[in-house]
């Protein structure tokens, strides 16, 4: 049986287990919430000014750091489109800039992606 995986799927996946390692960061070092402030600071006067995903990472990092973890690894909606704008993952203290490291979360969440695939009906399933 050939299983066609929908990228969009596994990149998602792949963000979630990445803010799963962050919050489990925060836990040791809720500082590193500040420095996700900064550096959405930093995005938004250099470029990214007015857009709604800057005011909505704002709101949730305002939160207590008990509520921003459980908010990273939300899987809803919008916490999926955050994701893709997170200021975590450029936020001095958070360093996922090893490949190697990157690589093997991107091949774990093909694997999830996989194994979720075939568990649905094959009409369901998403050619990438």
Same mark, same amino acid.
């Given at each position: 049986?050939? &299983?066609?995986?929908?990228?969009?799927?596994?990149?998602? #996946?792949?963000?979630?287990? /990445?803010?799963?390692? /962050? +919050?489990? +960061? /925060? %836990?040791?070092?809720?500082?590193?919430?500040?420095? =996700?402030?900064?550096?959405?600071?930093?995005? +938004?006067?250099?470029?990214?000014? %007015?857009?709604?995903?800057? !005011?909505?990472?704002?709101?949730?990092?305002?939160?207590?750091?008990?509520?921003?973890?459980?908010?990273? #690894? !939300?899987?809803?909606?919008?916490?999926?489109?955050?994701?893709?704008?997170?200021?975590?993952? &450029?936020?001095? %203290? &958070?360093?996922?800039?090893?490949? =190697?490291?990157?690589?093997? &979360?991107?091949?774990?969440?093909k694997r999830l992606a996989v194994k979720s695939?075939?568990?649905?009906?094959? %009409?369901?399933? /998403?050619? +990438?």
């Amino acid at each position: 049986m050939t &299983i066609r995986l929908n990228q969009e799927h596994v990149n998602d #996946t792949a963000k979630l287990m /990445i803010h799963r390692l /962050i +919050a489990r +960061a /925060i %836990g040791r070092d809720p500082s590193l919430i500040d420095s =996700a402030k900064i550096s959405l600071d930093r995005r +938004a006067s250099d470029r990214y000014a %007015g857009y709604s995903f800057v !005011s909505e990472w704002d709101d949730l990092l305002r939160l207590p750091p008990s509520k921003v973890r459980r908010r990273l #690894t !939300s899987r809803d909606e919008e916490m999926t489109r955050l994701r893709l704008s997170s200021p975590f993952v &450029i936020a001095d %203290g &958070i360093d996922f800039s090893d490949v =190697a490291l990157r690589r093997r &979360i991107w091949q774990a969440a093909k694997r999830l992606a996989v194994k979720s695939a075939a568990h649905e009906p094959a %009409g369901a399933r /998403i050619a +990438a």
